[in-house]
């Protein structure tokens, strides 16, 4: 009987590496096609209204920065993180924790007017995305508990506090029965940068922050940190690099980039806090994070490719009807893709015969 093992491969060029997202991006488009087509809708059109017509409608270009905007926050933030392999499965809950926060701050000056109020509610989002991480960092340095688990559990206890705040202390007195907290005032809102549109402050903010973390990730010792940590943890300590400082440290920069995410859309295309809220960003992210190939600038584009899928989404479900899943079965198709090109990339498939099995033996 003929087994199979895999074989590292010498290491990859550059052009394996990064055509690896890009074959991964138009396997899916292909897939997603056949897919849609066998279970009767018009796959070729669905491919299109996802992929090409948030690229070709000049109308939907703003949406594809709205939605950019966290998903590039979050992923750089990851990035940062598995970088240092800290694996913060937990985003999607640090995120909403920083909109809480912020939303905290917004209802406090209720009223009031300053430019203070949005650097205020910024600073108390990153803190809370980072007190939130903390809990998983604490287990993982003092417990050894695993910090996927931690994280992603934490995630939906903070989907049950956002239920539990605008139902109760946080509820709008004006709100005609809705579970919803009262509209931000004027000053706690985010402003739109391009007249006319709904484009604000938090897209540009995206940019920057990725341009930094990459900055910081390439040319600095805390980014060299992450790195060698990450890549050969035994140099590392050999190095004199701390482990526990250094799972520490990624989970606080993910944890108060996604929080500043949430900031930045609690106070930009939502203005309050709604049950709505959780739009699974955090975990898209974590595509984006791989999809960029862990690099800030990577994630930039990343960010994009899958603003791209939700707002595609959203125009092929009233065009042909497509399922609102229709999105998620895209973006998983495509993380699936990715990690199997990895493998592919970095390993090959050899056969072994039983003899040389047992020689091996």
Known sequence: MMRYRLEKRPEPSKLMLYGTPVAAVVLTMILGCLLFSAIGYNGLRAVQEIFLTPLTNPYKWQDLGIKAAPLIIIGTGLSVAYRANVWNIGAEGQYIIGALAATGVALMTWGMSGWWILPVMAIAGMAAGMAYASIPAFLKTRLNVNEILTSLMLTYASVQLIYYLIRGPWKDPMGIGFPQSRLFSEAARLPNIIPGTIVHLGVPIA?????????????????????????????ARYGGFSETRTIWLAMLVSGGLAGLAGMLEVAGPFQRMVPGFPTNYGFTAIIVAFLGRLNPLGVIVAGVVLAITFVGGQVAQTTIGLPDEATGIFQAMMLFLLLAGDILVRYRIRRVSPEASVGAA
């Not at 010792?221 to 990450?230: D, E, L, Q, S």
Request: aromatic share 14%.
């Open 207 to 235: 940019v920057i922050v990725a341009l930094i973390a990459w900055f910081v990730m390439s040319k600095t010792v805390f980014g060299y940190r992450m790195r060698v940590v990450g890549a050969a943890p035994h140099a």
